[in-house]
Nanobody
């Protein structure tokens, strides 16, 4: 059974940075499509970024493009999200996910395994 465990969230001032990690166990994820989603209170879970089987192929939501970077360490079986120039609207619980269904990768329904999430709070 695949388990995903996020860490690295916290409270940061606007303009600051955070590094999120997602440690995977139960399956080697280096050749899997993985993504970060986020969910703010009262809002739908939304796509943030994904990394495809091709290590250089990534995709980002327009709202984070140029500020966030998704990457992974195959030796550590870990996914990362580097977040720079954080804004108050980035405040949310951030989840990593493993894709199991065909599609663009931007929809939560395409992912079958999820971590419990890590809270990111950006103060103004």
């Amino acid at each position: 059974q695949v388990q995903l465990v996020e860490s690295g969230g916290g409270l940061v001032q606007a303009g600051g940075s955070l590094n999120l990690s997602c440690a995977a166990s139960g399956r080697t994820v280096s050749n899997e499509v993985m993504a970060w989603f986020r969910q703010a209170p009262g809002k739908e879970r939304e796509f943030v970024a994904l990394i495809s089987r091709s290590v250089d192929s990534t995709d980002y939501a327009d709202s984070v493009k140029g500020r966030f970077t998704i990457s992974r360490d195959t030796a550590k079986n870990t996914l990362y999200l580097r977040m720079n120039s954080l804004k108050p609207e980035d405040t949310a619980v951030y989840h990593c996910a493993l894709k199991v269904v065909a599609g663009t990768g931007q929809y939560a329904r395409e992912y079958g395994y999820w971590g419990q999430g890590t809270q990111v709070t950006v103060s103004s």
